[in-house]
């Protein structure tokens, strides 16, 4: 069973821009699809982005297309956020998660397997 941690959150200025890293426990990460999803106060989770095993596959959420990126780094076993022109609105709690299924860019969150708790970010207008 993976274990997932996320980092980079904090509080940055409309426009600005983030990084958020998700690292795994183990080794086997490359055998995992993963997404990063948000939940903003008083919302529903919502799809953010998802990766394929290799990365060589990407899907995003129509509302962070051309602003957010997705990748990741199997020799790290790490996966990544890069948040550009951020607005008021990306504001919420973002998590990652991993799907078993490593062939599957899912973006609902029940085909996920194992989830991090999450990092804050804040975006302020």
């Known amino acids: 069973q993976v274990q997932l941690v996320e980092s980079g959150g904090g509080l940055v200025q409309a426009g600005g821009s983030l990084r958020l890293s998700c690292a795994a426990s183990?080794?086997?990460?490359?055998?995992?699809?993963m997404g990063w999803f948000r939940q903003a106060p008083g919302k529903e989770r919502e799809f953010v982005a998802a990766?394929?095993?290799?990365?060589?596959?990407?899907y995003y959420a129509d509302s962070v297309m051309g602003r957010f990126t997705i990748s990741r780094d199997n020799t790290k076993n790490t996966m990544y956020l890069r948040m550009n022109s951020l607005k008021p609105e990306d504001t919420g709690i973002y998590s990652c998660?991993?799907?078993?299924?490593?062939?599957?860019?899912?973006?609902?969150?029940?085909?996920?397997?194992?989830w991090g708790p999450g990092t804050q970010v804040t975006v302020l207008s």
């Open positions: 990766i394929s095993w290799s990365g060589g596959n990407r």
């Open positions: 183990e080794r086997t990460f490359r055998k995992y699809a």
């Open positions: 998660a991993a799907n078993e299924d490593k062939a599957t860019l899912a973006k609902n969150q029940y085909e996920y397997d194992y």
